[in-house]
């Protein structure tokens, strides 16, 4: 199975071709947007790899929670490479992919969606991947809901963001991993998997999991708070 993955819900953009379990992943360059980086990434990726678009089986992306304008540009991108080659796309989760490179069996993702929130998500690993146990949630820090039982790995770039998250971690004796990012790699890993359960789809129905419904907030909102319009 050959497959190319797209990874731009946080500042750190990436794509990767997997083939048959041995895959490998370029980054995109720092301070650059990913909407002028990513498609040359990729061609260079391919041209590397002497494989052409019509060789694979199918485009995953990052569908999110992140950056809305990087979870955009991963989703565009994959619909437009899948439409011109006549190849499925796989959506996969960004805390999906973090769960999956921490490498444990019981994980709680917390990814930093700015604005004082945090996106999370607790999942389990099996033989066949991954399980979302409840619902991916946005909150504040100090809104989150820990575990009462069991043993987890916290992992994600919101314990470096809001301290006060590894703080609490540590009082509940769960070991933590700061420095993991949404990765293509880890996206085409969970990729293959769906892809050989069958969950890959037209590209005209992908679309990214925002989970946060709006950014701005409305004038009547803002002066309602006591803000300025």
């Given amino acids: 199975m050959q497959l190319l993955a797209l990874e731009t819900s946080t500042n750190l953009g990436s794509c990767a071709l997997w083939r048959d379990g041995a ?24 041209t590397d790899a002497g494989v052409s678009l019509s060789q694979l089986d199918g485009i995953a992306f990052g569908a999110g929670p992140g950056a809305f304008t990087g979870l955009r540009v991963a989703c565009g991108v994959a619909q437009g490479l899948a439409v011109g080659a006549g190849l499925p796309v796989v959506p996969v989760g960004s805390l999906d992919a973090l769960a999956w490179a921490s490498g444990t069996e019981r994980c709680l993702v917390l990814l930093d ?13 099996g033989d066949h991947g991954l399980r979302l146990i409840g619902a991916l949630g946005l909150s504040s820090p100090e809104a989150l809901e820990w575990p009462q039982t069991g043993r987890y790995v916290v992992v994600g770039n919101a314990l470096r963001a809001y301290p006060q ?9 769960m070991a933590t991993q700061a420095e993991l990012m949404p990765r293509a790699a880890d996206i085409a890993a969970l990729a293959a998997l769906k892809t050989q359960a069958g969950e ?11 989970v946060r419904d709006k950014v701005a907030k409305t004038v009547l909102e803002r002066l309602t708070e006591g803000g300025k319009a």
């Fill in 23 to 46: 895959c490998a992943e370029r980054f995109c360059p720092d301070g650059v947007l990913h909407s002028e980086t990513l498609l040359p990434l990729v061609r260079n990726l391919l």
């Fill in 113 to 125: 969606a700015r604005m004082n929130e945090i996106y999370s998500g607790y999942f389990e690993r």
């Fill in 165 to 173: 998250l590894a703080q609490r971690a540590g009082q509940l004796g």
């Fill in 200 to 210: 890959a789809c037209d590209p005209a129905l992908a679309v990214p999991h925002y």
